[in-house]
Every structure is written in C-alpha cells, then in structure tokens.
C-alpha cells in the first residue's frame, strides 16, 4: 500500500482548515467539493483506510431516510445504509460526532471493509437539514482522539461554509 510521507499522526488542523477553503474556492458543487475534501482528508491524515462521504437520499423501501454513499477514498464501500443502523446511521439519527475506539465493540457495526478497527462519522448539517454524514475508517484500534474530533469538524464546517447543499 502506498504511504504519503506527507500524512501525519498529529496533523495542523489550523492549517487543513484553511487547505479546505482554498481547495473549494471557486467552486460550490456539492459533488465536486466532497471529491475534493475527501481525498485532501485520506491523503493528509495518517493510518485511515477509508475517508468519504455518505449522503441523505429518500429510504429505498418504505418511509424515512438513508444513507447513500457519495465521493469517497479508499475500497468500495457499503452502497446504502438505514439511518439508525452501524456508526453512520448512528450519526445521522444523533446530529451528533460519534468516535468509536473499537468498532468490534460497537452494537450492529456494519463491516464494510473487514480491516477496518475505528471510526469517525460527522455528521453534515446545514441549515438544520441534515445533509449526510463524513466516515473516517482506521486500521488501527483507538485511532481518532479528541483533537482529531475537534479538527475534523472545523474542517466539516469549512466544507459546509463552502458548498451548496
């Protein structure tokens, strides 16, 4: 697996913040602004095996919403999630960041991708509508500290303040 030298362990969040902006600038589309985050996301911060976006769409059976997945870095991933159901459903359902040391420990994880051990979802919100939710998978249990919450969703909130959604 290729490795950017550039990823870090203890990224400058100030300074991907500001990456962000610069990255959309120019461009408000939400499919071309979630490309864009996403892959400056797995390409900048260390030992993720999966960075992208699930967006809100009508249920596929019977009422309610789901999960549909959007741009995203890494393996292919679980195409439609329930809201409600693993750490993305969980998120979209709470409005809430949910960080999940061990998703082995997790009540009703979905395993997308079987080498994945901690999780990450922010959820998107604009304009009290709940857009969708960002996923960050790690191979490594205990990956994402409080900071990595913190900086994250500084970085969601550049990507929200720069698309139209």
């Known amino acids: 697996m290729h490795i950017n030298p ?25 499919i071309a602004n979630a490309s864009q985050f996403s892959a400056l996301v797995y390409d900048t911060l260390a030992d993720l095996n999966w960075a992208g976006f699930y967006l809100t769409v009508p249920a596929k059976k019977g009422e309610g919403q789901d999960l549909l997945v959007g741009p995203f870095q890494g393996k292919p991933a679980c ?19 949910i960080v999940v040391p061990d998703v082995h420990a997790f009540p009703g994880h979905i395993a997308c991708d079987s080498a994945s051990a ?30 990595d919450r913190v900086g994250l969703e500084r970085m969601v909130a550049a990507f929200l303040e720069g698309t139209d959604c």
């Open 118 to 147: 901690s999780e990450i979802v922010l959820p998107l919100i604009k304009d009290g509508k709940l857009v969708g939710v960002f996923d960050i998978d790690s191979p490594t249990v205990d990956r994402f500290s409080d900071d």
């Open 6 to 30: 550039e990823r870090s362990a203890r990224p400058d969040y100030d300074l991907l913040v500001r990456q962000v902006a610069s990255v959309l600038e120019g461009e408000r589309d939400l």
């Open 79 to 97: 195409a439609r999630i329930p809201f409600g159901r693993g750490v993305c459903g969980a998120t979209a359902v709470e409005r809430k960041t």
